[in-house]
């Protein structure tokens, strides 16, 4: 089993570089399937010489996808995006592209495909974003009915995008917004963030172990936090104190008509219409449970890589003078 092929689409983002890390320290052979193989070259010394190796390759071309996936026994699809510019959009690389990798992976004889989706992925909901994941799992199953689709919540680690921007947030504003239905109650929609070691390790389960290939499991944390809930959890590890403030979803939505144009736009109308709907576990599908995997909680964590964004005195430590 040491000397498989893994081709991994999306291997140097967040979730991908975790991965690699595990499969390389399990013997495999990691093929890197990115556009970029000069970003991807950090991966390498994660493994022994040769083992690691990145290779030019973008799930909207099937040239490029056939080449990745040639001689590997397993295929992983980490690529998705959070929001649309362009050709990069969400049925282009949630559904034609995982369709593609899928179709790509039958023919290429790939023993197991595992497709990264979406927590909340569903064909009828009133999110762009949701409807392209649900569209995308039918796409994946469709060409390759042995596939394994994880649906992770917010995934927390080091390089989130998530804990990190609201910890960035705190030193140059003296609020946090809560999106809300209310502004009496204020608690916003609830998460259930998943570490994304967990993430990660769940991946390598479902490659290595038997009793997986054809399921869906949704991976979330220990338990849901609401908005306020993680917001005041920021605030207390970084020692920064701010209020918290609700902004009516219909506000939200004006906001996010205008910030959608901007390069990397920290937030789009689609993605106001996904907070209008909580991001937890409903039970209806196994999870890290069944695999094993005791999840683990943010507050294991969340410290260790938020500590830079505590104020300057958080860190000087007064001796008195001998």
């Known amino acids: 089993m040491a000397n498989r092929r893994v081709t991994v689409f999306g291997g140097s983002g967040f979730i991908g570089r975790h991965l690699v890390r595990r499969l390389s320290a399990a013997g495999f052979?990691?093929?890197i399937a990115v556009r970029d193989t000069v970003a991807a070259e950090f991966l390498k010394p994660m493994g022994d010489i040769g083992q690691i190796v990145a290779q030019s390759a973008t799930i909207t071309d099937d040239a490029s996808v056939t080449r990745a996936v040639e001689g590997a026994d397993w295929v992983v699809n980490l690529v998705g995006i959070l929001y649309e510019r362009g050709a990069n959009n969400f049925k282009a690389i949630h559904v034609d592209g995982a369709a593609r990798v899928a179709r790509a992976a039958k023919a290429a004889g790939a023993r197991r495909l595992i497709h990264l989706s979406a927590l909340g992925a569903d064909k009828g909901s009133a999110s762009v974003y949701a409807r392209s994941k649900a569209q995308g799992e039918q796409e994946v199953l469709a060409a390759f009915p042995d596939a394994t689709i994880l649906r992770p919540s917010v995934v927390f680690g080091p390089e989130d995008d998530f804990f990190n921007r609201f910890a960035a947030l705190t030193r140059i504003s003296p609020v946090?917004?809560?999106?809300?239905?209310?502004?009496?109650?204020?608690?916003?929609?609830?998460?259930?963030?998943?570490?994304?070691?967990?993430?990660?390790?769940?991946?390598?389960?479902?490659?290595?172990?038997?009793?997986?290939?054809?399921?869906?499991?949704?991976?979330?944390?220990?338990?849901?936090?609401?908005?306020?809930?993680?917001?005041?959890?920021?605030?207390?590890?970084?020692?920064?104190?701010?209020?918290?403030?609700?902004?009516?979803?219909?506000?939200?939505?004006?906001?996010?008509?205008?910030?959608?144009?901007?390069?990397?736009?920290?937030?789009t109308p689609d993605q106001v219409v996904l907070l209008m709907s909580d991001n937890v576990l409903n039970g209806r599908f196994p999870g890290l449970a069944e695999m094993g995997i005791t999840p683990e909680p943010v507050e294991a964590h969340l410290s260790s890589y938020l500590r830079r964004y505590r104020a300057l005195f958080s860190h000087t430590i007064l001796r008195p003078r001998q």
């Open 176 to 267: 946090l917004p809560v999106f809300s239905d209310s502004l009496v109650r204020i608690t916003g929609p609830s998460f259930q963030p998943v570490y994304v070691g967990d993430v990660a390790q769940a991946i390598l389960t479902a490659l290595t172990e038997p009793g997986h290939t054809g399921k869906i499991y949704e991976l979330g944390g220990p338990r849901p936090y609401t908005m306020r809930e993680i917001m005041e959890l920021v605030s207390a590890t970084i020692e920064r104190p701010r209020r918290i403030v609700p902004i009516p979803f219909w506000l939200g939505k004006l906001e996010a008509a205008v910030l959608q144009f901007l390069p990397k736009p920290p937030l």
């Open 29 to 31: 052979l990691v093929r």
